[in-house]
Nanobody
Framework: QVQLVESGGGLVQTGNSLRLSCAASGRPINSYSMAWFRQVPGKEREFVAALFRSGNNAYYGDSVKGRFTISRENARNTVYLQMNSLKPEDTAVYYC???????????????????WGQGTRVTVSS
């Protein structure tokens, strides 16, 4: 099993930046494909970004492409989400997920992930 703990959320103004961290324990993160999702009350969990366990190709949701960057630091067993040019519509709880058997056609499906963190809240004020 792997345990995931997100951090780095907070309250920022429109246009500012935040970096979220997802620290993993139990197993090395390079055993998994790693992703960030976000969720607001009353809506389904939305795909934000993902990195496959093999290779360094990153994939992004359309609403964050060009503004967010996902990265992995294996030595720290941590995944990051750098969020720039934040907008009020980015306000959500952000979750880190790990999946062992993800492929390109399934990585945007939150139901395909094996492990989740508890989430970190991001609020962007206008």
């Amino acid at each position: 099993q792997v345990q995931l703990v997100e951090s780095g959320g907070g309250l920022v103004q429109t246009g500012n930046s935040l970096r979220l961290s997802c620290a993993a324990s139990g197993r090395p993160i390079n055993s998994y494909s790693m992703a960030w999702f976000r969720q607001v009350p009353g809506k389904e969990r939305e795909f934000v970004a993902a990195l496959f366990r093999s290779g360094n190709n990153a994939y992004y949701g359309d609403s964050v492409k060009g503004r967010f960057t996902i990265s992995r630091e294996n030595a720290r067993n941590t995944v990051y989400l750098q969020m720039n040019s934040l907008k009020p519509e980015d306000t959500a709880v952000y979750y880190c997920g790990a999946g062992a058997r993800l492929i390109l056609s399934t990585m945007r499906d939150s139901g395909r992930y094996d492990y989740w963190g508890q989430g970190t809240r991001v609020t962007v004020s206008s």
